[in-house]
């Protein structure tokens, strides 16, 4: 409801300026080619072990840790539901978290490898993420504006399987 959404946000904004994020987690992609990496289906013919460059898990991709030794440098999670559902590793992993603000209501401890954004659900691509990130449609569009924050000299993409198919109007 609107009664309960406008305090959140009001308290996004607050807590907004009391953390500290340490935006240089983020300069290992800076002037180098980095992979954006989905957990979609064909993630399963992708071999990860090959991958030499800086890379972007996003949501869950640790569910595929128990079969490759390939570990992302950085995860991004904007959805409140999959943080919740995944918890228990992002309090545990070392590696660099980028997670909403929304993360610390979820249970979500504060900690030094973790970036916490503002979010909207705007479509606007913005390359300061200091200010906010748009989350759009896909945590994909997230890590563009991750890697275009970055100043990476190019995004390279696997596993994400998008299809979608439309009903034609009656």
């Not at 993420?129 to 890590?143: L, N």
Request: glycine share 4%; charged share 20%.
């Amino acid at each position: 409801s609107s009664i309960s959404y406008f305090p959140r946000i009001f308290l996004d904004k607050f807590l907004f300026l009391f953390i500290n994020n340490d935006y240089s987690l983020l300069k290992i992609f800076t002037d180098k080619d980095c992979l954006i990496v989905g957990n979609g289906p064909s993630l399963n013919k992708t071999d990860l072990e090959k991958i030499k460059m800086p890379s972007i898990g996003m949501n869950k991709i640790n569910l595929i840790f128990d079969k490759t030794t390939w570990r992302p440098d950085l995860i991004v999670c904007v959805n409140g539901l999959v943080i919740n559902q995944n918890k228990d590793f992002f309090n545990s992993t070392n590696i660099t978290l980028v997670l909403p603000i929304k993360a610390l209501y979820l249970g979500i401890r504060r900690r030094p490898n973790i970036i916490f954004v503002k979010v909207s659900n705007s479509l606007n691509f913005t390359k300061n993420i200091q200010k906010g990130i748009a989350i759009g449609s896909t945590v994909t569009y997230t890590c563009l504006q991750i890697a275009a924050f970055s100043e990476t000299k190019s995004v390279n993409i696997v596993g994400v399987d998008h299809s979608f198919k439309l009903k034609p109007k009656d």
